[in-house]
């Protein structure tokens, strides 16, 4: 019986090649080896930059890697002019574009209101929780900077005053009636009549 076993042992399975198949799975996913691929894959690399030629336009000197093939791989080279000529027709801008705001870029001016509406300043009052607070809003019409009288605010009332608008400064507490004296006081151009009392206003 031992004999048998060892006659089988001896007996070399044979080795069968599984070429691996080239397919698309359900979610559109290619696998394998293409068909029309020749492989091992044969990569060029810049003797500049040291990364795959096809990568050399993003390298931060890319100006010497295309001297690099000049020199050295010439059919690469003409590639790289061609991506060069592209890449330079895509900077060009039309006036159009120019004006269009691109993303990240900086946003068109916004129209300047316009002078010679009567100046009016509001004061209300809004609830936050078991606190109160008092909203200012008008005070730029006066060409009264915001970060100043905020900041005078809120050692007036011993509080925390900020600006939270383009042209408002919240006051922490209820300080609307101190407001209709302290303002006219502070600042001479404002008068009592323009300022309105809008009562309490929710935010």
């Known amino acids: 019986m031992s004999e048998e076993c060892s006659a089988v042992d001896d007996v070399e399975a044979p080795i069968v090649s599984v070429k691996p198949q080239y397919y698309v799975t359900e979610s559109g996913l290619p696998v394998g080896p293409k068909p029309d691929v020749q492989y091992p ?7 500049n930059c040291g990364l795959p030629t096809e990568y050399c336009e993003f390298y931060a000197e890319h100006e010497k890697c295309k001297l690099w093939f000049e020199k050295n791989l010439p059919s690469e080279f003409a590639k790289q002019a061609r991506i060069g000529e592209i890449e330079g027709e895509d900077l060009k801008e039309t006036e159009d574009d120019k004006k269009r705001q691109k993303r990240g870029g900086k946003g068109l001016s916004k129209p300047k209101k316009k002078e010679g509406g009567p100046k009016k300043i509001s004061l209300s009052v809004a609830p936050r929780g078991r606190k109160r ?11 009264i900077d915001l970060k100043t009288a905020a900041k005078f605010f809120g050692t007036k009332f011993a509080c925390g ?16 009636d101190e407001l209709f004296d302290l303002l006219p006081e502070k600042w001479s151009q ?4 323009s300022i309105d009392d809008l009562g309490e206003v929710k935010r």
């Open 41 to 47: 894959l044969t990569v060029l690399y810049c003797g």
């Open 133 to 143: 607070l008092t909203c200012v809003v008008g005070l730029k019409s006066y060409d």
């Open 161 to 176: 005053a900020s600006v939270t608008g383009d042209d408002e400064i919240v006051i922490q507490g209820d300080v609307k």
């Open 190 to 193: 404002i008068d009592e009549d």
